[in-house]
């Protein structure tokens, strides 16, 4: 089985939590069927039969895929710069 990417995974997951916040808030047969879509797309991309395993498949990829920047770096004290007054 071929492995999705995390781009994949990440638009899935964002589909899923829109629609069942959407379905949650106004719920209808458009927002069910958002709901029950998503939930195929995820199911489809993880290869499992539900969302709570879709979920922890799709975390465990992004997990593996995920790459951490360095923040920016502390600017260093110039000379005369002093936090302690006299």
Known sequence: M????PQDLRVALARYADARIEDDRRPNAATARAVEDATRTLCLLT???DV???IAIADSVLARHSTVLPGPRP???RRGDN???A
């Open 2 to 5: 071929l492995t999705p990417g």
């Open 52 to 54: 709570p395993q879709a």
């Open 83 to 85: 936090l302690q007054t």
């Open 75 to 77: 600017a260093k004290p």
């Open 47 to 49: 290869g499992t039969p």
